[in-house]
């Protein structure tokens, strides 16, 4: 195994464990992972990126579920928007690719680590002054639904064309709109996240054909690879839940974040 596969392996691992508590599945930092450590096409570090995530939601979803931290009646009205969302995104993702090159997913991927970074720091800001109690799942359906929806129809676009779960999304929705504790909006995600995921893993594979290509990239490896993302990613979520504050992780996830987007940057800009 070459020293960047093992690289990348760990930092799949690491990535998993530290930041599913945050409701995120990874695939930000995944596709870039992939891109510039392994050297994968777009379409493929897209494919094998929401292949992750589908193990991370899954492990994460348990241990949030089994804590309580998971309003499945909020999550249900999301849940139909976002799966035409990310069916729609996939196709919109495969078409850029052929007409207008993977540089186009690039800079959407660019542009949206820029809008993470300010809307988590914005978040910190709103959790050290934030004193109301978080609105409760009937308020939301009777007076933020429709809002809700066309929220999540967003997060599954953006999840389908980037290879990502949407758990950034879908945790700040949850956490600006319904001022809602983070472990509550990140459990409520991952319900959403585990019922797009299979949808969008399908429509990529029917879409770009990639599937093949991945098997013959990864081999039996994927499977080792996915139980290990499982495994972390349910113990991340477990560990955090009961110790560590989620604003603690929130600095390490944004100094990932920083490292990402300077390497899109450099891609971008030829640097």
């Not at 990126?49 to 939601?57: M, P």
């Amino acid at each position: 195994m070459e020293i960047t596969t093992l690289i990348a392996i760990i930092l799949i691992f690491l990535i998993a464990f530290m930041f599913s508590p945050l409701g995120l599945g990874g695939g930000v930092f995944y596709v870039p992972i992939f891109l510039y450590l392994l050297n994968w096409e777009i379409q493929l570090a897209i494919l094998g990126s929401i292949l992750l995530v589908l193990t991370v939601s899954i492990g994460s979803r348990m241990a949030h579920s089994k804590g309580g931290y998971a309003v499945r009646e909020v999550a249900n009205i999301g849940i139909p928007p976002a799966l035409i969302g990310v069916i729609l995104g996939a196709i919109m993702s495969a078409k850029i690719i052929d007409y207008v090159g993977d540089m186009a997913i690039k800079l959407a991927a660019t542009i949206l680590l820029i809008w993470v970074i300010i809307r988590t720091f914005g978040q910190l800001i709103i959790d050290e002054q934030a004193q109301e109690e978080p609105i409760s799942s009937e308020q939301i359906k009777s007076n933020f639904s429709a809002k809700y929806r066309i929220l999540c129809f967003v997060g599954g676009v953006t999840s389908g064309s980037l290879g990502i779960g949407g758990g950034m999304l879908f945790v700040t929705f949850h956490r600006t709109l319904f001022n809602w504790k983070p472990h509550y909006a990140a459990g409520t995600s991952y319900i959403i996240e585990t019922w797009i995921v299979p949808v969008g893993i399908i429509s990529h594979l029917i879409i770009d054909k990639t599937g093949p290509e991945l098997i013959d990239t990864v081999g039996i490896w994927l499977i080792f690879i996915g139980l290990g993302v499982f495994l972390a990613s349910w113990l991340g979520a477990k560990t955090a839940i009961k110790i560590v504050p989620q604003n603690i992780l929130t600095y390490p996830f944004l100094m990932a974040i920083v490292v990402s987007l300077i390497r899109y940057f450099i891609d971008i800009f030829n640097i």
